[in-house]
């Protein structure tokens, strides 16, 4: 497998479930992100990890909860999420350099969320 | 924060060349992507543009004025398979030694025959 990997590709949910996104990256790269992307709005950057340490946090809800075991996985725990998070959420990585500039992002291929 | 604006949607003839433009404000500039995305699909990198002046890449080019602050992208030989959103995103210093990249809404450009 290569790239950014997104399972599942597709999840509905209840607000009062608990479910997982998973994504896992094979290009070797030291950050990852999450994205929110809703129609007719913008992408919107939801976490970052470098290193496996989460660097950014943009005021998300905690019903979003990330987890970074390595630098190739990342996880978006979710739970008692509410229909107006449904959306796509995309993965990405990319390859931060020291200087903290940070290369083009590669992206999975999301995962639709529906929330009833 | 940042201010970013593109045209919403564009429609172009197959064959044809098209230009999608791209306006930002922002502190601490530090590079503008166009990205590339399939209805369903993940968004692809097309170009990188950090200082003034034209990119070329095949089919497509980018073009950045940094004192304008102002991008395009132009797609020459216009395919069916050009048919998408693309995206323009802005990398800006955020500060304590990091970067942010924001994307703008998208261009949702029909190639039609």
């Known amino acids: 497998e290569t790239g950014v990997t997104q399972t599942p590709r597709h999840l509905v949910m209840g607000m009062t479930n608990k479910k997982s996104l998973k994504c896992e990256q094979h290009?070797?790269?030291?950050?990852m992100y999450w994205y929110k992307q809703s129609a007719k709005k913008p992408l919107e950057l939801m976490f970052v990890?470098?290193?496996?340490?989460?660097?950014e946090n943009n005021s998300v809800p905690s019903r979003f909860s990330p987890e970074c075991p390595n630098s190739s996985h990342l996880f978006l725990h979710l739970h008692t999420l509410q229909p107006e998070d449904s959306a796509l959420y995309l993965c990405?990585?990319?390859?931060?350099?020291?200087?903290?500039?940070?290369?083009?992002?590669?992206f999975g291929p999301g995962t639709r969320l529906t929330v009833l | 924060g940042q201010n970013i604006d593109q045209p919403t949607e564009m429609t172009a003839t197959e064959g044809a060349i098209v230009q999608i433009n791209c306006t930002y404000q922002?502190?601490?500039?530090?590079?503008l992507f166009w990205y590339q995305q399939h209805a369903g699909e993940a968004p692809t990198f097309l170009s990188y543009?950090?200082?003034?002046g034209l990119e070329e890449k095949g089919r497509f080019s980018s073009f950045l004025s940094r004192s304008k602050g102002y991008s395009y992208l132009l797609l020459k030989e216009l395919q069916m398979k050009d048919s998408a959103s693309y995206l323009c995103?802005?990398?800006?210093?955020?500060?304590?030694?990091?970067?942010?990249?924001?994307f703008g809404k998208g261009t949702k450009l029909s190639v039609i025959p």
């Open positions: 990405a990585s990319s390859q931060e350099k020291t200087s903290g500039v940070r290369s083009e992002q590669f």
């Open positions: 290009l070797g790269h030291n950050a």
């Open positions: 990890y470098n290193f496996k340490e989460q660097t």
């Open positions: 922002t502190s601490g500039f530090n590079g």
């Open positions: 543009n950090v200082l003034d």
């Open positions: 995103a802005v990398r800006a210093y955020s500060g304590a030694g990091s970067y942010q990249l924001t």
